[in-house]
């Protein structure tokens, strides 16, 4: 990768958000994974972006279907200079949070505000709030409550540039994950890591955005997997260790990864836990 040789440890760039079930603790365990060589690099449920920021791919094509999280990436890309300068006004404090949050309650207001505005609330809020969850209502309305943190750094303004920098290289599009196969061909790169199979009924967190990822999505984001690999791409996918999960993608071959996650409701308490990476 002739971009990521060229970047030293203070031109890397590292995901700009915190993201539930963001991969940056696995890619250790991974990294033996990754192709050698591909030609373009796809990644349909982008997310914080953990892998596509660890392999800073020159060519690549980036998704997500959450507009909030989309828009972030675009501002970033084309206007990270105006993003810096209105992240620079936020301040950390839980009234002037819960005002921040309320603004997507008035949508007249809130369709008022410009791209630039809408992606430095969202970063603002991911900062601030809760564990850096991404939740949203029945409405569609932000429902993460304020966090606490040591000194969060709201306005990152070293990294927003390097990232900007090298989303250069990047398409960035907003959309469900089967679009992927609009533009995916042979000996390309393709990371999928969608909403996890839930272990339990309320086990797993889901919700990213207003319509949550069921069994059906699974079976879609299966048939998907198989179209991609009959055009000889090169694939990774991660997910549960479920029965769900291990007896569908059966005929693959299945890495077990160990993953520090929360294992019941007290946060507190964190063991490791099976994950599964599919391979083809
Ligand atoms: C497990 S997270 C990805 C985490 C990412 N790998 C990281 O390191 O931060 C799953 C992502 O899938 C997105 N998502 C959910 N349903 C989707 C769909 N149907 N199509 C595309 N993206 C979807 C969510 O918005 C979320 O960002």
Known sequence: ???????????????????????????????????????????PFIGGGAVFFHLLPDNSIISDNNPDLINCYKVIKEDVEDLIKSLKKYKYEKDYFYEIRALDRDSKKFTELSDVEKASRSIYLNKSGYNGLYRVNSKG??????????????????????????????????????????????????????????????????????NSFDKSSQIKLFEVFKELNRRGCNLMLSNSYSEFILDLYKDFKIVTLKAKRNINSNSQKRGLINEVMVLN
Not at 9 to 20: D, E, G, H
Not at 26 to 34: A, E, G, P, R, Y
Not at 173 to 198: H, R, T
Request: hydrophobic share 35%; proline share 7%; glycine share 4%.
């Open 1 to 43: 990768m002739i971009l990521a040789r060229n970047l030293t440890q203070k031109t890397r760039p590292y995901p700009f958000v915190k993201w539930a079930g963001g991969k940056r603790q696995l890619i250790s365990q991974m990294d033996k994974f990754f192709p050698e060589n591909y030609n373009k690099y796809i990644e």
């Open 141 to 210: 309305f932000f429902n993460v409550p304020f966090g606490r943190h040591k000194n969060p750094k709201i306005c990152d303004e070293i990294n927003l540039r390097n990232v900007s920098q090298v989303l250069k290289n990047a398409e960035i599009f907003m959309g469900s994950f089967e679009n992927c196969l609009d533009y995916a061909e042979k000996d390309d790169f393709i990371y999928l890591d969608p909403p996890y199979f839930p272990l339990s009924d309320t086990a797993l967190f889901t919700s990213y955005t207003k």
